[in-house]
């Protein structure tokens, strides 16, 4: 059975830097029927799909985040991360990694349980 864990810090200031890191366990990262998603809750707000990254370490980018993000992988430790740039109090939201079925365009298959950052001073 696949899983995900997200993991990272809980407070992020203004300005800085948030880093996330999904660690997976029961299948592998590389794989290329499957790709690796980042994926946002605002408090009040709907889902927003942040990015991808395939099995062949390709990655893709909501067009509205693509400047502040970028999603790489550590294949020795199956785990994938996502940094994004230039926080605002707007990137306040429940962060989620979840597994894509068929490619990067498919049907999310296996969730996190999702993480809770605060951008904040």
């Known amino acids: 059975q696949v899983q995900l864990q997200e993991s990272g810090p809980g407070l992020v200031k203004p300005s800085q830097t948030l880093s996330l890191t999904c660690t997976v366990s029961?299948?592998?990262?590389?794989?290329?029927?499957?790709?690796w998603s980042w994926i946002r809750q605002p408090p009040g707000k709907g889902m927003e799909w942040m990015g991808v990254?395939?099995?062949?370490?390709?990655?893709y980018y909501s067009p509205s985040l693509k400047s502040r993000s970028s999603i790489s992988r550590d294949t020795s430790k199956n785990q994938f991360s996502l940094q994004l740039s230039s926080v605002t109090p707007e990137d306040t939201a429940v962060y989620y990694c979840?597994?894509?079925?068929?490619?990067?365009?498919?049907?999310?298959?296996?969730w996190g349980q999702g993480t809770q950052v605060t951008v904040s001073t």
């Open positions: 029961g299948g592998s990262i590389t794989t290329t029927y499957y790709a």
């Open positions: 990254i395939a099995g062949d370490g390709s990655t």
């Open positions: 979840a597994r894509v079925q068929g490619g990067y365009s498919g049907n999310f298959d296996h």
